[in-house]
């Protein structure tokens, strides 16, 4: 079974300007989540979807948004780039019920903000 | 409020020694909890959880955690060490039904030759 993919793995861009990643779970997932991660301030959650729909989410500005479709990919758009916004951004997608539920996570994509 | 310490930022060990990575948490509920690794430029791999039951839990690559509810901990351990264990772990938390893992800041490992 293919696991989590991420697309592009390596983005380079200016301050403001938009930027959107691509995220395809393992297949049978209904569930991606987004995690930032940066030196300073680590693992940190964006949101999650699950069959379409936002179900959770973390505390970041609403320049961070996501959406999920019908096939379980999920995207990530970040609007008005930030310096701060260069981190590495990690997909995870989860699968089980119960005592068999992990989430896998994908080898991300390295954002920098120029 | 929730949250997940892991004291130690870096640890070196020769290889073939043992180890022992600290993870402590605050979680309101019955937690679910992780152990990930990350090497350099890559995604977390997951060594093991804990969901209930036996609280020594065995994990691939040779690691095994124990869960101990009195003090709090989820304790990562390997018996000897490899030097292709050299990367960063970071420990989570979790409940079942909700995917707001809240992870720890990371433990970065170093194995000597």
């Known amino acids: 079974k293919a696991g989590v993919t991420q697309t592009p793995r390596y983005l380079i861009k200016t301050r403001g300007q938009q930027v959107t990643l691509s995220c395809s779970p393992i297949s049978g997932h209904r569930s991606v989540s987004w995690y930032q991660q940066t030196p300073g301030q680590g693992l940190q959650f964006l949101f999650e979807?699950?069959?379409?729909?936002?179900?959770n989410k973390g505390n970041f500005p609403g320049r961070f948004s996501g959406r999920q479709f019908s096939n379980s990919r999920s995207e990530m758009n970040v609007s008005t780039l930030e310096l701060g916004d260069s981190a590495l951004y990690l997909c995870?997608?989860?699968?089980?019920?119960?005592?068999?539920?992990?989430?896998?996570f994908g080898p991300g994509t390295r954002l920098l903000v120029l | 409020a929730q949250s997940v310490t892991q004291p130690d930022i870096h640890i070196t060990v020769s290889e073939g020694a043992s180890l022992e990575l600290r993870c402590n948490y605050s979680?309101?509920?019955?937690?679910?909890l992780f152990w990930y690794v990350q090497s350099p430029g890559q995604g977390l791999q997951l060594l093991l959880k804990?969901?209930?039951?036996?609280?020594l839990v065995q994990g691939i690559k040779g690691f095994e955690a124990e869960f101990k509810r009195s003090q709090s901990s989820f304790n990562l351990r390997k018996p000897s060490v490899h030097w292709s264990d050299a990367a960063e772990y970071f420990c989570?938390?979790?409940?079942?039904?909700?995917?707001?893992?809240?992870f720890g800041t990371g433990t970065r490992l170093k194995v000597l030759a």
């Open positions: 804990y969901f209930s039951g036996d609280t």
């Open positions: 995870a997608s989860r699968g089980g019920t119960g005592p068999q539920e992990t989430q896998y």
């Open positions: 989570a938390v979790g409940a079942s039904g909700t995917y707001k893992y809240i």
């Open positions: 979807y699950f069959s379409e729909t936002q179900r």
């Open positions: 979680y309101g509920a019955t937690p679910y």
